[in-house]
């Protein structure tokens, strides 16, 4: 994964999944000697990741990891000292919270008291809210080396009703509507239209979800007729590269005119149909 909004997705069950092992430590530590250890590790292991993680970005809060390095430290022998008498009971689950919670109600208290607003769509919390739309997250990474999520926006998002009718009417017995670089924009067309259409890109646009040969193979086929590229694909080095040179290279470049768009509109300077059959 290599986005925050999916991690996002997963924060339910994994809250779950803790909040029930929790408790079922806790019982095994009351009930069972044998099994009280497990407790005390879970604790070591919970405070030193939580202080891992606090390091990755040093300036955010730097007084936070050491009380949970603390509170960890103070944790272990209160919990062990518990098992010998009530007294200890309410310290040691105190403590206990801290360490295991400290990290965690810091980054979700950041979000909640006005970091919000700069989340840009994504549920980030923490020092990661501070990032910007096309930015990433501290050590967040994305294939090839490039940060950020390329995401289809803006024009190139969006097909005229023009273009729309243009394909419609000379889409013939094709499979697809038309063939475009990413999820998103595909999505809009199908919402409009009710008609199939494929993102070569995947979601970001980047993705190796088509090949030339793949596309040679609908050509061929008669599956598909229309390929729309923006005016920078192909930018990138990869296979959607590829495919990209390809089409220009194969297909007939369509003049905007023949839809009822100048090449001077922001989407007509963004947008280039090819037809390949």
């Not at 097909?159 to 094709?174: F, H, K, Q, W």
């Not at 598909?224 to 220009?248: D, H, M, P, T």
């Amino acid at each position: 994964m290599f986005h925050p909004y999916y991690t996002t997705a997963l924060a339910p069950a994994v809250a779950a999944l803790a909040g029930s092992g929790g408790v079922l430590l806790y019982g095994a530590y009351r009930r069972s000697a044998r099994w009280s250890w497990v407790l005390l590790v879970g604790v070591v292991a919970t405070g030193a990741w939580s202080f891992v993680l606090l390091n990755r970005t040093p300036e955010w809060n730097p007084w936070l990891p050491w009380v949970v390095v603390a509170a960890t430290v103070v944790a272990v022998p209160t919990l062990a000292l518990w098992r010998r008498g009530r007294r200890f009971a309410a310290a040691s689950v105190t403590i206990t919270l801290v360490a295991a919670l400290a990290g965690p109600g810091a980054y979700a208290s950041a979000t909640a008291f006005g970091g919000a607003k700069n989340s840009y769509g994504n549920a980030l919390a923490g020092p990661s809210m501070e990032q910007g739309p096309n930015e990433q997250a501290p050590g967040m990474r994305q294939p090839g080396g490039q940060g950020g999520v390329r995401v289809v926006r803006g024009p190139a998002a969006q097909l005229s009703p023009e273009l729309i009718g243009y394909l419609r009417r000379n889409r013939g017995d094709a499979r697809w509507l038309v063939a475009v670089s990413a999820a998103q924009q595909a999505a809009g067309i199908i919402l409009s239209t009710g008609e199939p259409v494929i993102a070569m890109g995947g979601f970001t646009g980047q993705d190796p979800a088509m090949t030339v040969a793949r596309l040679q193979e609908y050509v061929k086929n008669g599956e598909l007729r229309y390929i729309l590229l923006n005016a920078s694909a192909g930018s990138r080095k990869g296979a959607i590269s590829a495919v990209a040179e390809w089409v220009r290279q194969n297909g007939t470049l369509i003049d905007a005119g023949e839809y009822g768009e100048s090449l001077s509109s922001s989407k007509g300077a963004e947008q280039q149909l090819y037809r390949l059959s």
